[in-house]
């Protein structure tokens, strides 16, 4: 499979529904990291326009891919070699297209059902055929601005209430199970 | 349902596969009981011996369900109040056998294929019909005193490859979707 993922930063919004950009989550870089290494993931792109955020991501590729941390932790290493920062989303669809010679299926993710939606069992089918890029978003979510603009937006975990606050680490977790997963 | 989770911080092994208690990781406990409050699970026992350890969760209890948390963000007071904390897996049992009036069926969670391993099909059709009890280790892992002692060890998380090191956080994740999600 052609599966690539990404964790957006900006544009998202925050508890008042404004468009910002969101800092980095360290614990959400190896959780994801280890989920896409897990699930064969081919990159795991890490989305943010702010220098010194890039900086912190830098850090925490080097440190375990290069660092005291590649020989404390070898598994770890295996996962963060995926992680590459870039920053935008247009940027990350520009390196997918030159790995893959094709334009990347983009499937985004929100907790709430949208125009444009998608079922699990329809995108499963994508992803066994094409280059796919999923979205994930962090803080309050993905502004709608990047809702509007994808192929897809999947719908929601629904879970067994009307509960509809799982982390991103979480949710990316479940999406990507169900997608890629044996079953 | 009368399922309950139990992240266990003793015993489990360290890198060097010595037994140990681990310390508390304040996103496990959020973004388990974010994860319990979707999948209704009916509460989520953060098992550890160590005094200074409980001190800790029970301050997380209380800054979001009575303190300035509470206010701040409602969801989140919703999801840990799920939450209580324990010394050990006996007193966790003890307090689901209080409530439910009968014992849980125990399942531990494995990255490794374990003796009386079940399916996860299996473990979805104990969870329809009885009071179940769901162990997650953190660290390296659940303590082979522990493994050796529930009833079943349900299957790990296959993935696409042979990489087995999701963290505990996308670990529950996955396995309470398979486990109790609508599909």
Redesign the interface.
């Known amino acids: 499979?052609r599966t690539y993922v990404g964790l957006v930063h900006y544009p998202v919004y925050n508890k008042n529904m404004e468009k910002i950009a969101s800092s980095i989550t360290t614990?959400d870089i190896?959780?994801i990291a280890?989920?896409s290494?897990?699930?064969?993931v081919k990159r795991f792109y890490v989305i943010t326009p702010l220098i010194d955020q890039q900086r912190i991501v830098k850090a925490i590729i080097d440190h375990w891919t290069k660092g005291y941390g590649a020989k404390y932790n070898p598994?770890?290493k295996?996962?963060i070699r995926l992680v590459d920062v870039v920053e935008s989303i247009e940027e990350a669809v520009r390196k997918i297209e030159e790995r893959e010679k094709e334009r990347p299926v983009i499937i985004a993710t929100d907790a709430k059902r949208q125009k444009r939606f998608i079922s699990f069992e329809d995108a499963r089918k994508i992803l066994e055929k094409k280059t796919v890029f999923i979205l994930f978003g962090t803080a309050w979510g993905l502004h709608k601005e990047v809702l509007e603009n994808v192929d897809f937006v999947l719908e929601p975990?629904?879970?067994?209430?009307d509960?509809?606050?799982?982390?991103v680490?979480?949710?990316?977790?479940?999406i990507i199970?169900?997608l890629?997963?044996?079953g």
């Open positions: 499979m614990l190896h959780d280890r989920l290494r897990t699930y064969e598994d770890r295996e996962a975990i629904y879970g067994r209430g509960y509809r606050h799982l982390s680490r979480t949710a990316a977790a479940i199970d169900r890629i997963g044996e």
